[in-house]
């Protein structure tokens, strides 16, 4: 799932989302965590996916990005958080909407794409996920800015609606990797 807008609550201006500047901006949404555990107790791998490019732009800093992710680690109950820090520019196969990050967890990890959800805010998630094999969930956060291309498979408000729809729609989701060792981050170079 992307971080940014999902896992924590994204800074909006000008109804544009961003990512908290600090650790001391970030915030989650008030259902992620029991939303998340309770996709936890039905045996799934939570990893998280996100692009931070401002880290390629000078407005950041790769121990910011990591400070934020150590927090989001210790507030949910997530197993990895795997990180972008290229631009467009770059044309890296991690930065969403390419599907790098998704790809290289499932190959980490033996996780079946075709059996597997990518929740996103933005266009660009719902693309990498489509672009992988996942099925896909759109948290609609009604910024101002492109919608997907194509329709994601379900259209949330909340994680916890989000969550709802894996479990009733997703029988066939029976990996159990949530006891795994050694999950933590993985950046891409």
């Known amino acids: 799932?992307?971080?940014?807008?999902?896992?924590?609550?994204?800074?909006?201006?000008?109804?544009?989302?961003?990512?908290?500047?600090?650790?001391?901006?970030?915030?989650?949404?008030?259902?992620?965590?029991?939303?998340?555990?309770?996709?936890k107790s039905a045996g799934f791998l939570l990893i998280g996916a996100t692009n931070?490019?401002?880290?390629?732009?000078?407005?950041?800093?790769?121990?910011?990005?990591?400070?934020?992710?150590d927090k989001l680690m210790t507030m949910l109950p997530l197993d990895e958080m795997r990180v972008c820090y290229h631009d467009?520019?770059?044309?890296?196969?991690?930065?969403?909407?390419?599907?790098?990050?998704?790809?290289?967890?499932?190959?980490?990890?033996?996780i079946d794409l075709a059996n597997s959800v990518m929740i996103g805010d933005r266009w660009?998630?719902?693309?990498?996920?489509?672009?992988a094999g996942c099925k896909t969930i759109w948290l609609r956060q009604d910024y101002?800015?492109?919608?997907?291309?194509h329709p994601a498979d379900f259209i949330a408000k909340t994680l916890t609606d989000a969550v709802e729809w894996i479990k009733k729609n997703n029988s066939r989701m029976d990996i159990n990797l949530s006891n795994t060792p050694g999950l933590n981050f993985k950046e891409q170079k």
């Open 88 to 110: 467009d520019a770059d044309q890296c196969d991690c930065r969403k909407p390419l599907p790098g990050l998704l790809t290289q967890a499932a190959k980490d990890h033996a």
């Open 124 to 131: 660009k998630d719902i693309e990498a996920g489509q672009l």
């Open 1 to 39: 799932m992307d971080r940014d807008g999902v896992l924590n609550d994204a800074v909006i201006k000008n109804g544009k989302p961003y990512p908290p500047a600090t650790v001391a901006e970030v915030t989650v949404p008030a259902d992620a965590k029991s939303a998340l555990m309770a996709l």
């Open 144 to 149: 101002k800015e492109q919608e997907p291309t």
């Open 52 to 69: 931070q490019p401002d880290v390629a732009r000078g407005t950041t800093t790769r121990e910011t990005v990591a400070a934020i992710n």
